[in-house]
């Protein structure tokens, strides 16, 4: 099963991390922490007991960033340590313990997405997080538009599904953005690896949920759901549109975010 893949013995291969990554233990983890390069993964060994609440526990790889931005990773594996072991994608404040954050996570033996934010230094945090159902390890997204973050997950990195609702955080822009790896137990070490690991800085207004953004569909005459979510804090113009093909297309609606087409 994925879901359990192990990398146990896997740093004495690993690679140092390059600027400008860079990592650390948050609050007091049990066991430091680690992280490094395999190739086109990172892989790192975190501790920690979990993430929420009004502290958080783990090791965390991040490099700063300013302003809007998301973060893209596909989780390859977790070491089932025990029921709080996880890895994911955060944007936080800053290194404390309590700081204002938001992330989207997922472990092997809880198997949920979870959607996490602490809206208020110190205070704690919340979590929005899908059914017990996620057996395989999935696809993570996590943006911040302005002061608005929102958390996605896919099964494939093409189509993707919004975790929970969008949530408003008074963030400073100044922030950090990266990877977290909690072992859910302080007196074990969990290692964890992710590729395909995206930063950008520009976030689209409009992220079309399905079908695939730029799909053909060859099929005549079916009947297509077309769903977008909006991550812009405006109201950006939607304008559904054929781009190419022999094929004519009728829009039930092509300026609802949800809409179909035949």
């Known amino acids: ?3 359990q893949t192990s990398y146990a ?10 600027a400008p990554w860079l990592s650390q233990d948050v609050s007091s983890t049990g066991l430091a922490g680690i992280a490094g390069r ?13 993430l929420g609440g009004t502290a958080d526990q783990m090791h965390f790889l991040h490099q700063p960033v300013t302003g809007d931005a998301t973060i893209t990773a596909r989780i390859v ?8 072991a996880k890895t994911g994608l955060m944007i936080r404040e800053s290194t404390a313990v309590g700081a204002r954050s938001a992330s989207i996570t997922w472990g092997p033996v809880n198997q949920l997405a979870d959607f996490n934010y602490r809206t208020n230094t110190n205070s704690a945090a919340t979590s929005s997080s899908t059914a017990r159902e996620i057996i395989d390890p999935p696809w993570l997204r996590l943006t911040r538009r302005g002061n608005v973050f929102t958390a996605y997950r896919s099964e494939d990195g093409l ?11 008074a963030m400073a822009s100044n922030a950090l953005i990266g990877i977290p790896a909690c072992s859910g137990d302080t007196t074990r070490l969990s ?9 950008t800085t520009a976030v689209p207004d409009v992220l079309i949920t399905s079908p695939t953004d730029g799909v053909t569909i060859s099929n005549n ?11 812009s804090t405006g109201t950006p113009t939607i304008a559904w549109s054929k781009v190419s093909g022999p094929s004519t297309v009728t829009f039930a609606n092509a300026s609802l975010a949800d809409t179909s087409a035949t």
């Open 221 to 231: 005459g079916q009947n297509l759901r077309l769903t977008a979510t909006i991550t």
């Open 191 to 199: 290692e964890i690896a992710l590729d395909n690991v995206t930063v």
């Open 159 to 169: 189509a993707w599904t919004r975790v929970g609702a969008p949530q408003t955080i």
């Open 1 to 3: 099963n994925s879901a």
């Open 77 to 84: 594996g977790v070491d089932p340590t025990a029921y709080y």
């Open 38 to 50: 395999m190739g086109g993964k990172f892989v790192i060994q975190g501790g920690g007991s979990n």
């Open 9 to 18: 013995d896997s740093f004495f291969l690993y690679q140092p991390l390059a």
